[in-house]
């Protein structure tokens, strides 16, 4: 009953203007709000009760019949904006006034809400004006509820209103705004940029990345009924993006250019690249909140020892005491405190699983209860920063460790994701190659 309360949450400007419906006299108010609403609730109550319409027997009579023997042909109102606006149009149409209020009701206890819009269709009886009601079809977004006349009332049955997807493609839009919202906005509706966002930021860093260029691009998939109306939310089913090289200042590294391009798997309604790898790192980018990384991952001169080393994780500045989180689910398998010998100083391994162990060196202190032995989850804290060791200053050393390898954190592609395989691997490649053809 709220669906068609909840104000649309997409940008109006990317769907159906043209299915608004046109400005409408101001309807005469036969039914008192106060009915409307206590309908409405009537209405919802059968619906929570498991009453509803739905569960009808669908007429058998045929949709949109074409005129009958004797009768004037079905008559197709304009777009109405609510039920108190029909039970004003019906009577332009001829239809007798007690009728057009019958109606209204049923459609009410039927849609379980005035709002509309509606599209409606209504066959009336031959003979002179006003004339009463034979059948009368309307329809809300995916919602289609046909009345048939029976005694002095309607029977209400649901009509299936048939939806065909259709896929849009946004032009390949170069991101030479400030912001990736600045430019996705105009160009799909405002909780599809958001989901966009969501879907490649364990890719992307969106607050970094973007303004030095690049390009995007969406696959929206749009209903359309059977007379061609858009109904219903536009969904993401693609996301593309080219980011261009540049430097990171953060790591003072350059980062090559790189491409990813996703698609949302109907099994699960999940993102997957082509080959079935889910978009979702299983890792942390980040254990320490709003860090910024001082030495990056690989040969570096050290800084304490003054000669080459090899640099096996990434250091984040950040003040003694800052707050360590877990990078993923796991296992504490080491809490080693510091006894002044260890360059480490006060460190912690996490088991992730049978690959995958993350590492905090230079902590400040452990986080209550953390010994070998427990279970941690995914952002949860298990220790404070610090500079406890060989440290210049206090800092996280964090270290990812893949099959007891040293990787670097801000690249690694975990191979402990989720991956699609077999019938779904190639449910998603046959969707995935649809939309390839169609952006081409
Ligand atoms: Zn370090």
Same mark, same amino acid.
């Given at each position: 009953?709220?669906?068609?309360?909840?104000?649309?949450?997409?940008?109006?400007?990317?769907?159906?203007?043209?299915?608004?419906?046109?400005?409408?006299?101001?309807?005469?108010?036969?039914?008192?709000?106060?009915?409307?609403?206590?309908?409405?609730?009537?209405?919802?109550?059968?619906?929570?009760?498991?009453?509803?319409?739905?569960?009808?027997?669908?007429? &058998?009579?045929?949709?949109?019949?074409?005129?009958?023997?004797?009768?004037?042909?079905?008559?197709?109102?304009?777009?109405?904006? /609510?039920?108190?606006?029909?039970?004003?149009?019906? &009577?332009?149409?001829?239809?007798?006034?007690?009728?057009?209020?019958?109606?209204?009701?049923?459609?009410?206890?039927?849609?379980?809400?005035?709002?509309?819009?509606?599209?409606?269709?209504?066959?009336?009886?031959?003979?002179?004006?006003?004339?009463?009601?034979?059948?009368?079809?309307? !329809?809300?977004?995916?919602?289609?509820?046909?009345?048939?006349?029976?005694?002095?009332?309607?029977?209400?049955?649901?009509?299936?209103? !048939?939806? +065909?997807?259709?896929?849009?493609?946004?032009?390949?839009?170069?991101?030479?705004?400030?912001?990736?919202? #600045?430019?996705?906005? &105009?160009?799909?509706? /405002?909780?599809?940029?958001?989901?966009?966002?969501?879907?490649?930021?364990?890719?992307?860093?969106?607050?970094?990345?973007?303004?030095?260029?690049?390009?995007?691009?969406?696959?929206?998939?749009?209903?359309?009924?059977?007379?061609?109306?858009?109904?219903?939310?536009?969904?993401?089913?693609?996301?593309?993006?080219?980011?261009?090289?540049?430097?990171?200042?953060?790591? $003072?590294?350059?980062?090559?250019?790189?491409?990813?391009?996703?698609?949302?798997?109907?099994?699960? $309604?999940?993102?997957?690249?082509?080959? $079935? +790898?889910?978009?979702?790192?299983?890792?942390?980018?980040?254990?320490?909140?709003?860090?910024?990384?001082?030495?990056?991952?690989?040969?570096?001169?050290?800084?304490?020892?003054?000669?080459?080393?090899?640099?096996?994780?990434? /250091?984040?500045?950040?003040?003694?005491?800052?707050?360590?989180?877990?990078?993923?689910?796991?296992?504490?398998? #080491?809490?080693?405190?510091?006894?002044?010998?260890?360059?480490?100083?006060?460190?912690?391994?996490?088991?992730?699983?049978?690959?995958?162990? +993350?590492?905090?060196?230079?902590?400040?202190?452990?986080?209550?209860?953390?010994?070998?032995?427990?279970?941690?989850?995914? $952002?949860?804290?298990?220790?404070?920063?610090?500079?406890?060791?060989?440290? +210049?200053?206090?800092?996280?050393?964090?270290?990812?460790?893949? /099959?007891?390898? &040293?990787?670097?954190?801000?690249?690694?592609?975990?191979?402990?994701? !989720?991956?699609?395989?077999?019938?779904?691997?190639?449910?998603?490649?046959?969707?995935?190659?649809?939309?390839?053809?169609?952006?081409?």
């Amino acid at each position: 009953m709220a669906e068609d309360e909840d104000p649309p949450s997409f940008d109006p400007r990317t769907w159906g203007r043209r299915d608004l419906p046109p400005p409408q006299p101001a309807p005469a108010r036969s039914i008192p709000r106060r009915r409307l609403i206590a309908a409405g609730g009537a209405a919802a109550a059968a619906a929570a009760a498991g009453l509803a319409f739905l569960a009808l027997r669908p007429s &058998p009579r045929r949709a949109g019949a074409a005129a009958q023997p004797g009768l004037p042909p079905p008559i197709p109102l304009p777009a109405t904006s /609510d039920l108190l606006a029909l039970e004003a149009d019906l &009577p332009k149409n001829h239809v007798a006034a007690q009728d057009s209020a019958a109606a209204a009701q049923a459609l009410l206890r039927a849609f379980g809400s005035a709002s509309g819009p509606f599209w409606i269709k209504v066959q009336t009886e031959g003979g002179p004006p006003p004339r009463r009601i034979l059948w009368l079809e309307a !329809r809300r977004d995916a919602q289609g509820v046909r009345l048939d006349r029976v005694d002095d009332g309607f029977r209400a049955a649901s009509v299936p209103v !048939r939806l +065909t997807p259709r896929l849009r493609l946004t032009d390949a839009t170069d991101i030479d705004k400030e912001s990736f919202y #600045e430019a996705a906005a &105009p160009k799909m509706a /405002d909780s599809l940029v958001y989901e966009f966002v969501r879907v490649m930021s364990y890719d992307f860093d969106f607050a970094n990345d973007f303004w030095k260029g690049g390009q995007f691009q969406a696959g929206i998939e749009e209903d359309y009924d059977d007379v061609d109306r858009l109904v219903g939310k536009p969904r993401l089913v693609m996301a593309f993006i080219q980011a261009n090289p540049f430097f990171d200042d953060r790591a $003072g590294v350059p980062r090559p250019g790189r491409s990813k391009r996703l698609f949302r798997f109907a099994g699960d $309604g999940a993102w997957y690249d082509f080959a $079935g +790898t889910s978009a979702v790192r299983s890792l942390l980018r980040t254990p320490v909140d709003g860090a910024r990384v001082s030495s990056g991952f690989g040969p570096r001169l050290h800084p304490i020892l003054d000669r080459i080393i090899n640099h096996m994780g990434v /250091d984040f500045a950040c003040s003694k005491g800052t707050a360590v989180y877990a990078a993923a689910d796991g296992q504490v398998i #080491e809490c080693r405190p510091d006894h002044g010998r260890q360059s480490y100083g006060n460190f912690m391994l996490v088991k992730h699983d049978e690959h995958l162990v +993350t590492g905090y060196a230079h902590l400040d202190a452990f986080g209550e209860g953390m010994v070998p032995g427990v279970a941690v989850k995914q $952002g949860q804290i298990i220790a404070r920063s610090g500079d406890s060791g060989q440290s +210049t200053g206090p800092h996280l050393h964090f270290e990812v460790r893949y /099959d007891k390898t &040293p990787v670097d954190p801000l690249t690694f592609e975990n191979n402990a994701v !989720r991956r699609l395989a077999g019938t779904q691997l190639d449910q998603l490649r046959v969707r995935a190659r649809a939309i390839e053809e169609a952006s081409r």
